[in-house]
């Protein structure tokens, strides 16, 4: 029985990783030639006060400096709006950051893709007071701000990122009819005629 546990620990916690890193934004496909592109990026990111740390426009990829997203007491609470939050048992959280790792490709001349990746992470400290860096996956939320504010900045407000289709595990269940009900009335020799 140890052994199943001790398997499935990291398993489950793999296919929750996975779940939450479905609600991240598509990379955008854009008929924009790549010099709006980019200067429209980082337009964006200087709107919202994120300093860019690498510019590299011949890889077409943007690094920005982590951004404090909350400190103090109420930092419990605001890691949760942003990514998902791992438990703790004796420690608590005393701030969070976060930073934008953009890629903007070039597909042809006037087609681009614009994918964007927000790392946070949070400090910990413990009992004794030892604070450690703890990586925190996100769930989407940052990224979709960007890039929906970045199609404002090409577009215009009335830009909306389109929502993608959820896969079969992401689905709501459907109401399933007792097993009485779903009783063909076929009659045929391997079913006889019901009474």
Not at 33 to 40: G, I, K, L
Not at 114 to 136: H, M, N, P, S, Y
Not at 163 to 191: A, C, H, L, M, N
């Amino acid at each position: 029985m140890r052994r199943w546990v001790l398997v499935l620990g990291p398993l489950l916690a793999l296919l929750t990783v996975c779940l939450v890193r479905a609600e991240v934004p598509d990379s955008l496909r854009l008929n924009v030639p790549f010099q709006p592109a980019w200067d429209a990026m980082l337009e964006v990111l200087k709107a919202r006060d994120m300093e860019v740390e690498q510019a590299d426009r011949a890889k077409g990829t943007v690094v920005t400096v982590y951004r404090e997203y909350s400190s103090g007491p109420m930092t419990d609470s605001h890691i949760s709006k942003i990514g998902v939050k791992p438990k703790l048992i004796d420690a608590e959280w005393v701030k969070v950051q976060y930073r934008f790792e953009v890629e903007i490709q070039v597909i042809e001349a006037r087609v681009t893709v614009v994918t964007a990746d927000a790392k946070i992470k949070a400090l910990k400290r413990d009992f004794l007071g030892t604070q450690t860096w703890v990586e925190i996956p996100t769930n989407g939320e940052l990224e979709t701000d960007l890039l929906t504010g970045f199609g404002k900045q090409l577009f215009g407000e009335r830009f909306e990122l389109t929502k993608r289709k959820k896969g079969f595990w992401e689905r709501e269940p459907r109401y399933v009819p007792d097993s009485e009900q779903t009783i063909p009335k076929v009659v045929g020799p391997e079913r006889p005629t019901p009474p």
